[in-house]
T-cell receptor, first 115, second 113 residues
Framework: DSGVTQTPKHLITATGQRVTLRCSPR?????VYWYQQSLDQGLQFLIQ???????AKGNILERFSAQQFPDLHSELNLSSLELGDSALYFC??????????????FGEGSWLTVV | SQKIEQNSEALNIQEGKTATLTCNYT??????LQWYRQDPGRGPVFLLL?????KEKRKERLKVTFDTTLKQSLFHITASQPADSATYLC????????????FGKGTSLLVTP
């Protein structure tokens, strides 16, 4: 158990809908990272928050957004969903502002299926 | 563009043998390189971190080498066991990801008894 909690574990929704994925980082960790993993693309970095502020942005679509709340939990919002958004979404956390020389700890992921 | 390349073909080896996985990268100047293990449907788990000034690092049956001239890391599992079967991911901090890790697509290892 990494200490990173993600909900829901599984989600099935229709195209065009909007969903919210939730992440609670490990106790004391200030950084939260979101990744998307699909079979053909591998693990793709989406966005990072550090202590409530956006720190880095990767290949995140404009239809996706995220935020980190004062209690450090984070939410990833996915809207206008398309079939291609079906993937496993991971949240990870680390104590400091980045993975530079530091381990990051992954949750078990949220499986999103868009039908 | 920055790339992290790992063998896409699965590696099948017999129990007790040494497994060697390769990670090549382009357009990175990494000070650190990390290896993670991922089981199907699970989150990646950190295994080892090696610094640019370390040629080799060991942890139990695991060994990682890091050659910044060749832009390559090798990951070895000695005396492999069926429980080592998983996908192994190489990761680097990229300029396009701020301080976050970019991952290779991973190499699937299957250890048969």
């Amino acid at each position: 158990d990494s200490g990173v909690t993600q909900t829901p574990k599984h989600l099935i929704t229709a195209t065009g809908q909007r969903v919210t994925l939730r992440c609670s980082p490990r106790s004391g960790d200030l950084s939260v990272y979101w990744y998307q993993q699909s079979l053909d693309q591998g693990l793709q970095f989406l966005i990072q928050y550090y202590n409530g502020e956006e720190r880095a942005k990767g290949n995140i679509l404009e239809r996706f957004s995220a935020q980190q709340f004062p209690d450090l939990h984070s939410e990833l919002n996915l809207s206008s969903l398309e079939l291609g958004d079906s993937a496993l979404y991971f949240c990870a956390s680390s104590p400091s502002g980045g993975a530079w020389g530091n381990t990051i700890y992954f949750g078990e992921g949220s499986w999103l299926t868009v039908v | 563009s920055q790339k992290i390349e790992q063998n896409s073909e699965a590696l099948n080896i017999q129990e007790g043998k040494t497994a060697t996985l390769t990670c090549n990268y382009t357009n990175y100047s990494p000070a650190y390189l990390q290896w993670y293990r991922q089981d199907p449907g699970r989150g990646p788990v950190f295994l080892l971190l090696i610094r640019e000034n370390e040629k080799e690092k060991r942890k139990e049956r695991l060994k990682v080498t890091f050659d910044t001239t060749l832009k390559q890391s090798l990951f070895h599992i000695t005396a492999s066991q069926p429980a080592d079967s998983a996908t192994y991911l190489c990761a680097l901090v990229g300029s396009n990801s701020g301080y976050a890790l970019n991952f290779g697509k991973g190499t699937s290892l299957l250890v048969t008894p």
